[in-house]
């Protein structure tokens, strides 16, 4: 008998099927259920070692809308209606009814690894349909243990939408495959077009789910007996005839898009190289996190092997699978040149993940039937080796971007993160181990048809490959969560434990946070997310953006905050209110305190139980976190409690020894004049103090002002910005006036003197 001739194990299996009891089915069961469980188990460990988000605005606006839903039944951002956003956020709702943050955070984060590891199911039954359990066992470990199930521990969309994609491919390749007509037929072509319709509720990138049917439909229409007779008599003529009208129909569909959708127009008018070399860049960044080997035996499954007998289950999953991957592929192409021209340029293989299961049945079906196409391997192996060798290894940021812990857009690169870190490969290291890979598992896959005579080789080759790819997968994953992890300690340390410190003062009351000179949100945003009371965020110059409003209030000369254009009507108000010392200070009783990192040192927040109407008592602007001002300079507004007290005005440059002369600096003060645009505004200015500022000098002023309500101004002529002095030394890109900082004083100190500065 020839090696062709040579029945495949599963093609054994398939000659006869006894009778199967209760307990054949539960032991059959067993094998998948131990797989869910183990890599469950893994996951819950690693999400129980997450101890505060970090991936925002994704975490907190997905929180804000969960939160929303299980207190109201309707989704809303700090209060305002929003969009559901997708069916992920009503599947964590019900957690969200716990009244401990810490409580239902934890339950969010189980209830994700139990649906995200689910995807271990529809992988499973859709590579039954083409190969024995045991190739379809590994299919389905490999598609649950991949990198990207790090995210089951983050409160991202792609927890739910991840298994749901698989879950759409298995109901349309079975509702292919299921010929006959009648119920059955008709029940899996029902789930099928329910299943993708729903699809882009789970993730609006779902949406080329239906895509994904379309052209399985179209590509089991044209590979099948009849339209391959058909084509048999097609002539020349014919062929560019029908070329022509698939790309006619192309252009035509595109201009539609471009038409309906100002991104798809800009992306396919002006960064047209942008889709390929970025579409690349996820697929690269993908293919190293499966290891590679997967993506040559997805792609090769593609195509028939010699020998192998025509089959309706095999055409069919791999209809599915190339509809999967020209969809998903040019969606997340698409996305990630877009971000680039609005956002960012990202490695976005977070957007292509969802072919990942596809891709393992591919590998199973050659490693099942040890057949494949030697030309198809060639050029897959090719592919893959472009792909790691060179599209990811040259892309505009750094190398397999190895000089970052982790990259959460593509957590498939995490694995060469941590063998950076802890194994100090270098990039170089790095892409000749891929392109090792890249070879000796060409080399495995081609060396199978020749191994199948001799069954014990070729079965060894089978174990060493499918443990090679599960174990690198797994690998890959706990690195990257590893990294998460890492990155949520540091996160943990910066806004410091109790998190809930908020709640647990006000008992949930309404709580506004106004900050000031917020360069980086990340501390309010963990601050929101542990503190339900917090209702509204803002700040008085802008800084603290979404998600949700954040408009800063409109104010009265006398400090009463309002939020429409009638003053005598301020709208909501609040119990409680969070500030952003030193620059924010509200009329109210002093309830609380809070120390956490940002800006290089420690910062505060105060707790105050406000007045009402809400009412600020001073306020500064212009003031980084570390206290330097600006190209905007300083402004402080008193709005009550100012007569008879001092001002004290610190000026400094005694942080700062760059290759910078001295600046004059103009202090000036007056009283509070009537609002322009709904804020305070200094009117006349009744004292102007000139002084001059060198570094490593300090300077402080005091003041007595006219009245309660007054403010001042901090004007520093000569600014620099360090980067520009010397990029080697600095990196600063801000343009610096001074360190200055406010403060009200009821006595005048014996060493001042009144109305100078020394």
């Known amino acids: ?86 069916l992920y956020t009503y599947l964590t709702a019900p957690v969200w009814l716990i009244h401990d943050v810490s409580k239902a ?23 039954r349909l083409i190969v024995a359990r045991g190739p379809a066992l590994f299919a389905a470990a490999g598609a649950a243990a991949m990198p ?23 109901l349309i390749a079975k509702a292919l495959v299921v010929r006959r007509r009648g119920g059955r037929a008709y029940g899996w072509a029902a789930a099928a077009l329910v299943a993708s319709a729903i699809a882009p509720a789970v993730r609006g990138e779902l949406v080329v789910v239906p895509l994904t049917l379309v052209l399985a439909v179209l590509f089991a229409i044209w590979s099948s007996d009849a339209a391959r007779r058909r084509r048999e008599l097609w002539s020349t003529g ?38 390929v070399n970025m579409g690349n860049w996820a697929a690269g960044a ?82 099942d039937r040890r057949r494949v196409n030697v030309w198809a391997l060639i ?91 599960v174990g690198w997968n797994l690998t890959g994953e706990i690195a990257a969560a590893a990294g998460t992890n890492s990155i949520s300690r540091t996160s943990a340390a910066t806004l410091r434990r109790p998190f809930d410190w908020v709640d647990a003062a006000t008992h949930q009351k309404p709580t506004i946070y106004l900050g000031e000179g917020e360069a980086d949100q990340n501390p309010e945003w963990m601050l929101e997310f542990w503190n339900k009371s917090i209702v509204a965020v803002t700040s008085l110059d802008g800084t603290v953006g979404g998600p949700g409003p954040a408009g800063a209030p409109n104010q009265t000369a006398s400090g009463v905050l309002y939020w429409g254009d009638d003053a005598a009507h301020p709208g909501r108000g609040y119990e409680y209110a969070v ?108 004292r102007t103090v000139p002084l001059t500022i060198a570094n490593r000098e300090t300077k402080v002023c005091w003041l007595r002002p006219t009245g309660d309500r007054f403010g001042a101004t901090i004007i520093v002529l000569n600014k620099f910005i360090p980067r520009q002095l010397d990029p080697k030394l600095y990196s600063d890109p801000r343009a610096l006036g001074a360190e200055v900082s406010y403060g009200m004083f009821p006595k005048l100190p014996p060493s001042a003197k009144p109305n100078t500065c020394r």
């Open 148 to 170: 990207s199930l790090a995210y089951s521990s983050y409160i991202v969309e792609e927890n739910l939408a991840y298994p749901y994609a698989a879950l759409c491919f298995f």
């Open 238 to 275: 014919d062929w560019i005839g029908a070329i022509t009208l698939i790309l006619g129909g192309i252009f035509l569909v595109s201009g539609f898009v471009s038409h309906h959708y100002y991104e798809w127009y800009a992306v396919t008018t002006y960064y047209e190289h942008r889709i």
């Open 286 to 367: 993908l293919a190293i996190g499966l290891g590679v080997i997967p993506v040559i035996g997805g792609l090769a499954a593609l195509f028939r092997a010699p020998g192998e007998e025509r089959n309706r289950e095999v055409r069919m999953v791999r209809c599915v699978t190339l509809g999967a991957i020209v969809a998903f592929g040019l969606y997340a192409s698409m996305k990630a040149a877009y971000l680039s021209t609005v956002f960012a340029t990202r490695v976005e293989e977070r957007n292509l993940i969802y072919i990942a299961p596809l891709l393992f049945v591919g590998t199973a079906l050659i490693l």
């Open 1 to 86: 008998m020839t090696a062709t001739a040579t029945p495949a194990p599963s093609e054994v299996e398939a000659r006869a099927v006894p009778a199967r009891t209760a307990s054949d089915r539960l032991s059959a069961a067993l094998p998948l259920a131990a797989v869910y469980v183990g890599l469950c188990f893994v996951y819950l460990v690693e999400a129980w070692n997450r101890i505060t988000p970090w991936l925002f605005t994704d975490e907190l606006e997905l929180t804000q809308l969960s939160r929303s839903i299980a207190a109201t039944g309707h989704a809303a951002r700090r209060g305002q209606p929003h969009s559901a956003h997708s």
């Open 105 to 127: 955070y934890a339950g969010v984060k189980y209830l994700d690894v139990f649906v995200m590891a689910a995807v271990v199911f529809p992988t499973y039954f859709l590579a």
């Open 579 to 686: 500030e952003d010392r030193p620059c924010v200070d509200f009329a109210g009783t002093f309830r609380g305190r809070h120390y956490y990192r940002a800006g290089g040192r420690t910062q505060v927040w105060d707790l105050v139980q406000l007045t009402h109407p809400n009412r600020m008592r001073s306020e500064c602007t212009g003031i980084y976190p570390d206290g330097w001002s600006g190209a905007g300079d300083s402004v402080y507004y008193r709005f009550s409690g100012g007569a008879g007290k001092w001002l004290r005005v610190v000026v400094s440059r005694n942080g700062w020894d760059g290759p910078t002369g001295p600046s004059p600096v103009w202090v000036k003060m007056g009283p509070l004049a009537s609002n322009v645009n709904h804020q305070p505004v200094i009117g006349r200015v009744t």
């Open 379 to 469: 050029g897959a192996t090719a592919y893959a080796g472009y792909l790691v060798g060179y599209a990811i290894y040259h892309t505009t940021q750094f190398p397999y971007e190895m000089n970052v812990q982790l990259y959460s857009d593509s957590l498939g690169l995490a694995i060469l993160q941590q063998a950076n870190r802890y194994l100090r490969w270098t990039p170089a290291v790095a892409r000749g181990v891929l392109l090792a890979i890249v070879a000796a598992g060409a080399i495995l896959l081609l060396a199978l048809p020749r191994l199948r005579t001799r069954a014990r080789v070729a079965g060894a080759v089978v174990v060493v490959l499918g443990l090679f790819i």
